[in-house]
């Protein structure tokens, strides 16, 4: 198995991609496009030496995340100790940035745990 199939196989396995460096795309679309397939979040961590953002994406399913999810998620975040300045988020996507490189994971568990009761369908009236 080369460290791309790894990669791509513990991800599937975690529900969350984990990636560090620059040289990535092929490894986020792969993995992107097995989301999509399967209807589920795409979740990334990007690690950098210290730090890593840990990302949402919900374009990948058919659901977007409700508002009390949203809140729900920068509430987890600042838990973790991340400040409101380093949280975006939108009804399909949501970040956190400058997360410490071991705390990471353990975010990202927590998102994919609660992601299931925080997701709604789309209003696609209109």
């Keep these: 198995m080369t460290k791309a199939e790894a990669v791509l196989s513990e991800a599937r396995d975690k529900l969350y991609l984990r990636v560090r460096g620059r040289n990535t ?4 679309h792969t993995h ?12 990334k961590i990007w690690e950098k030496s210290k730090y890593a953002s840990v990302s949402l994406n919900t374009d990948t399913t058919s659901y977007v995340l409700s508002e009390a999810g949203r809140k729900r998620l920068v509430q987890l975040a600042r838990d973790h100790g991340i400040k409101a300045g380093n949280v975006a988020h939108s009804a ?24 299931e009761t925080i997701k709604e369908s789309p209003n696609r009236e209109g």
């Design 25 to 28: 795309s092929s490894l986020e």
């Design 32 to 43: 992107f496009s097995w989301c999509k397939e399967n209807n589920l979040p795409y979740l």
């Design 92 to 115: 399909t996507y949501f970040s956190a940035d400058n997360v410490l490189n071991e705390q990471a994971g353990a975010l990202a568990v927590e998102m994919i745990s609660i992601y």
